[in-house]
């Protein structure tokens, strides 16, 4: 009985060993395993630190990629020079509305376009806006010095042109004085025939949205906070906003994207954006489960009640899938290489669907059924 109960003992063991791997695959099918579909060229992340600049991060990553689609290789933009000029078009807005206005770190994508097209581009190596010993970007105090400045300013009854030079002034002591002209790559340009030698066309830049208090298949300003310059946007249907996109990566476009990231699903931690319908599971962010249904009625329901809101701003530069097959957009973001992607979202469908606010494209991404409804 004791040689024959030993057998059985060892034969159990056996089993329980053989057994064991195949109920671990089983459990690792079920977890987020993403395979990327599709990677439209980018350079590598970077860190916005302790500043609101997501807005020219996410478009400098954008126009980088755009450079590299048109064969002019890998290269690193300054969102710097990008960010002081917007500061100095923001304190211009701010002074003129007579402090009715917003003046903060936040913008949105077309107003870094805008910036390009009046003043061009220059590269990191050129202007970081991080001074000598500097590693990290932080612009908590240089914002309250110039707002304080510019309230200061309006409670004059009138106003001279020495303040706008004052305001450089201090803008250059917290980020740096700009060349007029550089070196680089052993060529000398100015910002402008930089933008021109990477040919760098502000009109070739188009925004949208997907609203319903606004019809569909025109322009209007969108009403967020970081919208001071009054940009426009097609508004198109929902549907017609995802179609955009998935033609731009399949043509091999990417995508500037404006959106709301406060949702208990997304965790730049765990590199996940979903839209749960159930967002107290416990395996949240470590196995897929089932999602909201998004329609349009819904986008504008979040909208007007504030639980959409224009939060942040990140390039989209790709496609993926997980393991149960769901279709999630690959984002690169600006808050350094966190998580097991590096710094890298995967984001589902519905979330895209119900959480973002806008987008920007090139114009030869948009599909030429939706281009020919908007008289592109």
């Given at each position: 009985?004791?040689?024959?109960?030993?057998?059985?003992?060892?034969?159990?063991v056996f089993l329980l060993a053989i057994t064991l791997p195949a109920q671990v695959a089983?459990?690792?099918?079920?977890?987020?395993?993403?395979?990327?579909?599709?990677?439209?060229?980018?350079?590598?992340?970077?860190?916005?630190?302790?500043?609101?600049?997501?807005?020219?991060?996410?478009?400098?990553?954008?126009?980088?990629?755009?450079?590299?689609?048109?064969?002019?290789?890998?290269?690193?933009?300054?969102?710097?020079?990008?960010?002081?000029?917007?500061?100095?078009?923001?304190?211009?807005?701010?002074?003129?509305?007579?402090?009715?206005?917003?003046?903060?770190?936040?913008?949105?994508?077309?107003?870094?376009?805008?910036?390009?097209?009046?003043?061009?581009?220059?590269?990191?190596?050129?202007?970081?806006?991080?001074?000598?010993?500097?590693?990290?970007?932080?612009?908590?105090?240089?914002?309250?010095?110039?707002?304080?400045?510019?309230?200061?300013?309006?409670?004059?009854?009138?106003?001279?042109?020495?303040?706008?030079?004052?305001?450089?002034?201090?803008?250059?002591?917290?980020?740096?004085?700009?060349?007029?002209?550089?070196?680089?790559?052993?060529?000398?340009?100015?910002?402008?025939?930089?933008?021109?030698?990477?040919?760098?066309?502000?009109?070739?830049?188009?925004?949208?949205?997907?609203?319903?208090?606004?019809?569909?298949?025109?322009?209007?300003?969108?009403?967020?906070?970081?919208?001071?310059?009054?940009?426009?946007?097609?508004?198109?249907?929902?549907?017609?906003?995802?179609?955009?996109?998935?033609?731009?990566?399949?043509?091999?476009?990417?995508?500037?994207?404006?959106?709301?990231?406060?949702?208990?699903?997304?965790?730049?931690?765990?590199?996940?954006?979903?839209?749960?319908?159930?967002?107290?599971?416990?395996?949240?962010?470590?196995?897929?489960?089932?999602?909201?249904?998004?329609?349009?009625?819904?986008?504008?329901?979040?909208?007007?009640?504030?639980?959409?809101?224009?939060?942040?701003?990140?390039?989209?530069?790709?496609?993926?899938?997980?393991?149960?097959?769901?279709?999630?957009?690959?984002?690169?973001?600006?808050?350094?290489?966190?998580?097991?992607?590096?710094?890298?979202?995967?984001?589902?469908?519905?979330?895209?669907?119900?959480?973002?606010?806008?987008?920007?494209?090139?114009?030869?991404?948009?599909?030429?059924?939706?281009?020919?409804?908007?008289?592109?």
């Open positions: 009985m004791t040689k024959r109960f030993e057998l059985i003992c060892l034969l159990a089983v459990d690792v099918k079920d977890d987020y395993q993403f395979k990327i579909d599709k990677k439209i060229e980018c350079t590598d992340v970077k860190s916005q630190d302790r500043t609101g600049t997501c807005w020219s991060f996410a478009t400098a990553s954008f126009l980088e990629s755009e450079m590299i689609r048109k064969g002019k290789g890998f290269h690193d933009l300054s969102e710097m020079f990008v960010v002081r000029n917007v500061y100095r078009s923001k304190a211009k807005n701010y002074v003129l509305r007579q402090g009715k206005a917003n003046f903060s770190q936040g913008s949105l994508s077309h107003d870094l376009i805008s910036i390009a097209k009046q003043y061009g581009v220059v590269p990191e190596s050129v202007y970081s806006g991080k001074l000598e010993g500097e590693k990290k970007h932080d612009h908590g105090e240089m914002e309250a010095v110039l707002k304080g400045m510019l309230d200061g300013v309006l409670k004059r009854k009138r106003l001279s042109q020495k303040w706008a030079k004052a305001f450089d002034c201090v803008v250059d002591t917290y980020l740096g004085e700009v060349q007029e002209e550089f070196t680089y790559e052993g060529k000398t340009y100015t910002p402008k025939t930089f933008a021109d030698a990477m040919e760098i066309n502000p009109d070739d830049y188009i925004s949208f949205t997907s609203y319903t208090h606004h019809p569909f298949y025109d322009s209007f300003v969108l009403e967020i906070p970081d919208n001071y310059s009054n940009g426009s946007y097609y508004n198109v249907p929902m549907e017609e906003l995802q179609a955009i996109v998935d033609n731009a990566l399949d043509q091999g476009f990417s995508v500037a994207w404006d959106g709301d990231v406060s949702e208990k699903g997304f965790s730049a931690k765990n590199g996940i954006a979903i839209l749960p319908v159930d967002s107290k599971r416990e395996d949240l962010f470590t196995s897929p489960g089932k999602e909201k249904k998004v329609t349009q009625a819904l986008r504008q329901e979040t909208f007007e009640s504030y639980s959409t809101t224009d939060d942040h701003l990140m390039h989209l530069t790709g496609t993926s899938k997980d393991a149960k097959g769901n279709r999630y957009y690959l984002i690169k973001n600006s808050w350094g290489e966190i998580s097991d992607y590096k710094g890298y979202l995967h984001m589902s469908s519905p979330y895209f669907q119900l959480k973002t606010v806008a987008i920007m494209v090139h114009k030869d991404a948009v599909p030429k059924m939706i281009a020919k409804k908007l008289s592109m």
